[in-house]
C-alpha cells in the first residue's frame, strides 16, 4: 500500500493529536485518584465469553455477520475471526447469588445464541482453541470485514517487518510461519472482571499475579493447536507470540512484548501500570479522542478515558488494570485474561470463584505478597502451569515447591472457600463450585485432559482431520448438559463409526504424516521407503518443501521393466527420483469437499491426491481413505 504526502501529513497529525489526549487521560486519571474521585468501597464482578462457531462437521464456520444480525448488539459483538463471537454479561455486586446469577446469564445469552446458530446449521464450542482449526481457516478470507481489524493486521504486521512466527514445543511440535493476524482468533477465552478500590490497586494486583499459577493449571481446556498436541493451555504461548510485534535484534536490546505477565511487582497501583505501558508501546491506532478529559473533569463531569481505553485495549497482560464508568461512576478494575472459554458454563463459573476466593483470602491474610516470592519465580510458575496443567510445580508462600494437585487440594481450595464466605457469597454456591473444582483436580480431568484422552482412546486409525473434527463436534454436545468436564466420559473409537459429517472436507481425513523424498535422492530410497512403510505413492519435495513430483509403485514398476529387472534396481546406478515421477501432479486444496476429491480421482483414474496449499505439501488422500468411509458407512447401515 502506497501513501501520499498529504496522507502523511494527515497520519502525523493524527498521531499527534492522539498522543495528547492519551498524555490528558494519564493527567485526568492521576487527578481523579488525587481527589478520591474514584469509587470505592465496592465489589463488583463481570465477564466476557469468546465461543467459537461450528459446522455440522466440527469445522471452523465462518458466519458470526449471519448471526449477530439476530442478535441484540449491546450483548454481542464480533472478534477477529468470522467464526468467533464475543458475548458480555452485565456487572453483578459481589456477595450473596453473585456467582450464581453468572451462570444465569451465561445460560441465557448462550441460549440466545444457540438458538440463532441451530437456524443455520451451527454449534456454538466453548473451548480455549478450537480443536478442528486448519491452517486453512486462518486467511484473511475469515477476518471480520470490518476497517478495523483490517487496519489492526496492517499495523501489526508492518510493526513486525515480516511473517509472524510460531513455535510451540509439547507432547508433539509446532514450528510454522503465518503471514497475517489471524493466528490470534484461535485464541477463546473467558475474561473476568474484578473492582477494586483505588488507593488498593497495586494491592490486589499483586495477589492477582500470585494467584494466577494455581488457578490456570486447574482450568486448562486449550491443548491442540493445528492438529498438534502442545501445552495444556496452548493459548498462553499462541497469543503471546500471535501478537508479537518485535523484529528479532542483534544488538542484544530487551524490548518486552505487547502480551505479557509482567516484568515486576508493583508498587503504586494503576496508574504505574498505565505509565509504564504508554513509556514502552507505540499506539497501534490513532484515534481522535471522544473528548478533553481534563475539560470534562473540571467542569464537575466525568471523563470516558476513551484514548486511555483504547490504547489499553492493545496491551494485553494477562491481569489487565481497566479503567471504566458503571452507574456514572468511574472505577478501576483487575481484568483476568488467562482463563479459556469453557468446558461449560459451570466450569467457568467455578474458575471464576476459585480465583476471587483466593484473591479475597490473600487480602485478607497476606501482609505482603511481594515480599514472600520474587516476581521471576511466580511468573515462571504462570508459564509452568500453562504447558503442564495439573502437573506442573509450584511455589508458594510457605517457601516450598508443591504439585499442583497437592497445593490446590491442601491450600488453595480452602483459602478459596474463606475468601468466597468473607465477600458473603451463599454458601451452597460456594459448596456447589468449589466442589467442581476439587473433583476436576482429584480426578484430573481438565478440558485440556479430556481432549486428550479422547484423542487416545479414539484409536491409530483415524486421521487426525476427522479425529479433531469429531472432539469438537464432542465438546458441543456434551456443553448442552452443563454437566462439568471431570464427569464427560471420552471419545470413543465406536463413536467414528458411519461419520459422514466429518469426513465433508479433505483437511479432516486426509494424512499428515507423510513419507516423503527429495527429487535428486536416488530411487533405491523410494524402493525401501515403499517396502518399509507400506507405501503405493510418495510425493517428491523439494528443499522448500513444495510439491514437484509424484513416485507410484506403477512408476517404479515401469522404470524395473525398462532395466529389465524383477527384484530391484542395479544398486550400481545412481538414478534420480527425478528421473521416473510424475511431474504434473494433479492436487487438491485442505478445504475442498470430500465429493469433489473422490469426483477428481475417479474422473482421471489416480490412487491419490497430494493436498496443497500455496504450493507447500501438507497432506495426502488416497483411494483406501475412500474406502475406509464407505465401508464404516456400510458397516452403519448393515448394524441392527
Same mark, same amino acid.
Not at 472457600?417 to 473444582?437: K, P, Q, T
Given at each position: 500500500?502506497t501513501?501520499?504526502?498529504s496522507d ?9 493529536v492522539?498522543?495528547?489526549g492519551?498524555?490528558?487521560?494519564i493527567d485526568?486519571?492521576?487527578r481523579?485518584l ?6 470505592s ?5 463481570g ?5 467459537a462457531?461450528v459446522?455440522?462437521s ?5 458466519i ?13 459483538t464480533n472478534?477477529?475471526?468470522?467464526f468467533n463471537?464475543e ?7 459481589m456477595g450473596?447469588y ?9 445460560h441465557a ?10 437456524q443455520?446449521e451451527a454449534?456454538?464450542l466453548?473451548?480455549?482453541?478450537l480443536?478442528?482449526?486448519s ?5 484473511l ?12 493486521n ?18 508433539d ?5 503465518h503471514?497475517?493476524?489471524m493466528?490470534?482468533?484461535?485464541n477463546?477465552?473467558f ?5 477494586v478500590?483505588?488507593d488498593t490497586?497495586a ?10 499459577a494455581?488457578? +490456570?493449571?486447574a482450568a486448562?481446556? #486449550?491443548p ?5 498436541? =502442545?501445552?495444556? @493451555?496452548?493459548r498462553?504461548?499462541? *497469543? ?8 528479532p535484534q542483534?544488538s542484544g536490546?530487551?524490548?518486552p ?8 511487582w ?8 498505565f ?8 499506539p497501534l ?6 473528548e ?9 463531569g466525568?471523563?470516558?478515558l476513551?484514548?486511555?481505553r483504547?490504547f ?10 481497566c ?8 472505577h478501576?478494575?483487575?481484568e483476568?485474561?488467562?482463563l479459556?472459554a469453557g468446558?461449560?458454563?459451570?466450569d ?10 483466593? +484473591?479475597?483470602e490473600?487480602n485478607? #491474610?497476606?501482609?505482603d505478597?511481594?515480599?514472600? =516470592?520474587?516476581? @521471576?519465580t511466580v511468573?515462571?510458575? *504462570?508459564f509452568?502451569?500453562?504447558r ?5 510445580q ?13 497445593l490446590?487440594?491442601e ?9 468466597l464466605?468473607a465477600?458473603?457469597i451463599d454458601a451452597?454456591?460456594?459448596e456447589r ?7 476436576r ?8 485432559a479430556?481432549i ?7 484409536g ?13 463436534e464432542g465438546?458441543?454436545?456434551r456443553q448442552?448438559y ?6 464427560w ?9 458411519g ?9 479432516q481425513?486426509?494424512a499428515t504424516?507423510?513419507?516423503?523424498v527429495?527429487?535428486d535422492?536416488?530411487i533405491?530410497l ?13 510425493p517428491?519435495?523439494n ?11 506403477r ?6 521393466r525398462r ?5 530391484g ?8 527420483v ?13 478445504d475442498?469437499?470430500s465429493?469433489?476429491?473422490?469426483e ?9 491426491l ?6 507447500k505439501l501438507?497432506?495426502m ?10 465401508d464404516g458407512?456400510?458397516?452403519d447401515?448393515?448394524?441392527?
Amino acid at each position: 500500500m502506497t501513501h501520499s504526502s498529504s496522507d502523511n501529513h494527515d497520519t502525523e497529525s493524527a498521531r499527534r493529536v492522539y498522543l495528547k489526549g492519551l498524555l490528558r487521560d494519564i493527567d485526568a486519571l492521576e487527578r481523579m485518584l488525587q481527589e478520591g474521585l474514584l469509587e470505592s468501597g465496592v465489589r463488583r464482578i463481570g465477564a466476557e465469553q469468546e465461543v467459537a462457531i461450528v459446522d455440522r462437521s466440527g469445522g471452523a464456520f465462518p458466519i458470526a455477520d449471519e448471526l449477530l444480525k439476530s442478535l441484540p448488539d449491546d450483548l454481542f459483538t464480533n472478534e477477529l475471526g468470522r467464526f468467533n463471537i464475543e458475548v458480555n454479561f452485565n456487572p453483578i455486586a459481589m456477595g450473596g447469588y453473585a456467582l450464581r446469577d453468572l451462570e444465569q446469564q451465561i445460560h441465557a445469552h448462550l441460549g440466545q445464541l444457540r438458538a440463532v446458530a441451530r437456524q443455520h446449521e451451527a454449534m456454538i464450542l466453548l473451548v480455549g482453541i478450537l480443536p478442528s482449526l486448519s491452517r486453512s481457516d486462518l486467511t484473511l478470507d475469515n477476518l471480520t470485514d470490518k476497517p478495523r481489524y483490517h487496519e489492526l493486521n496492517e499495523v501489526l504486521t508492518q510493526l513486525r517487518g515480516g511473517p509472524y512466527e510460531l513455535n510451540i514445543d509439547g507432547i508433539d511440535e509446532l514450528s510454522f510461519t503465518h503471514d497475517n493476524i489471524m493466528l490470534e482468533s484461535c485464541n477463546t477465552s473467558f475474561q473476568v472482571h474484578f473492582q477494586v478500590d483505588p488507593d488498593t490497586f497495586a494491592r490486589w494486583y499483586n495477589i492477582a499475579q500470585l494467584a494466577s499459577a494455581p488457578v +490456570l493449571a486447574a482450568a486448562t481446556n #486449550s491443548p491442540v493447536l493445528l492438529n498438534r498436541r =502442545l501445552w495444556r @493451555e496452548t493459548r498462553i504461548a499462541l *497469543f503471546q507470540q500471535s501478537i508479537d510485534t518485535r523484529i528479532p535484534q542483534s544488538s542484544g536490546r530487551r524490548i518486552p512484548p505487547r502480551v505479557s505477565f509482567g516484568s515486576k511487582w508493583m508498587t503504586d497501583g494503576a496508574l504505574e501500570i498505565f505509565r509504564e505501558d504508554v513509556s514502552r508501546f507505540k499506539p497501534l491506532f490513532y484515534d481522535q479522542p471522544e473528548e478533553d478529559s481534563l475539560a470534562v473533569l473540571k467542569a464537575g463531569g466525568v471523563p470516558s478515558l476513551s484514548a486511555l481505553r483504547r490504547f489499553n485495549g492493545t496491551v494485553y497482560r494477562w491481569n489487565r488494570p481497566c479503567y471504566g464508568v458503571c452507574d456514572g461512576k468511574p472505577h478501576l478494575r483487575i481484568e483476568n485474561r488467562m482463563l479459556p472459554a469453557g468446558p461449560t458454563p459451570i466450569d467457568e463459573v467455578a474458575n471464576t470463584a476459585l480465583w476471587l476466593g483466593l +484473591l479475597r483470602e490473600l487480602n485478607d #491474610s497476606v501482609e505482603d505478597v511481594t515480599s514472600a =516470592l520474587p516476581f @521471576e519465580t511466580v511468573a515462571q510458575d *504462570f508459564f509452568s502451569a500453562a504447558r503442564h496443567g495439573l502437573d506442573a510445580q509450584i511455589h508458594w508462600l510457605d517457601g516450598r515447591i508443591h504439585p499442583a494437585r497437592e497445593l490446590i487440594l491442601e491450600r488453595i481450595l480452602p483459602m478459596s472457600a474463606l475468601g468466597l464466605e468473607a465477600s458473603g457469597i451463599d454458601a451452597s454456591d460456594i459448596e456447589r463450585y468449589l466442589s467442581v473444582i476439587e473433583q476436576r483436580v482429584r480426578t484430573g480431568r481438565t478440558g485440556s485432559a479430556w481432549i486428550l484422552d479422547s484423542i487416545s482412546a479414539a484409536g491409530p486409525d483415524q486421521s487426525s482431520g476427522q479425529l479433531y473434527s469429531r472432539i469438537a463436534e464432542g465438546i458441543a454436545e456434551r456443553q448442552l448438559y452443563n454437566a462439568p468436564v471431570h464427569t464427560w466420559k471420552t471419545l470413543s473409537a465406536d463413536e467414528f463409526e458411519g461419520d459422514k459429517h466429518h469426513v465433508s472436507r479433505v483437511s479432516q481425513f486426509m494424512a499428515t504424516e507423510l513419507f516423503t523424498v527429495h527429487q535428486d535422492d536416488v530411487i533405491d530410497l523410494v524402493t525401501n521407503l515403499m517396502d518399509w512403510k507400506h507405501l503405493r505413492q510418495i510425493p517428491v519435495e523439494n528443499d522448500a518443501h513444495e510439491l514437484v513430483g509424484l513416485v507410484t509403485y506403477r512408476h517404479l514398476l515401469k522404470h524395473l521393466r525398462r532395466l529389465g529387472v524383477e527384484d530391484g534396481a542395479d544398486e550400481s546406478e545412481s538414478i534420480p527420483v527425478s528421473a521416473i515421477m510424475e511431474h504434473d501432479v494433479i492436487s487438491i486444496s485442505a478445504d475442498a469437499r470430500s465429493a469433489e476429491a473422490y469426483e477428481l480421482m475417479r474422473k482421471r483414474g489416480i490412487s491419490c491426491l497430494p493436498v496443497v496449499e500455496k504450493g507447500k505439501l501438507v497432506g495426502m488422500v488416497t483411494d483406501e481413505d475412500f474406502i475406509r468411509i464407505a465401508d464404516g458407512a456400510i458397516r452403519d447401515f448393515l448394524s441392527p
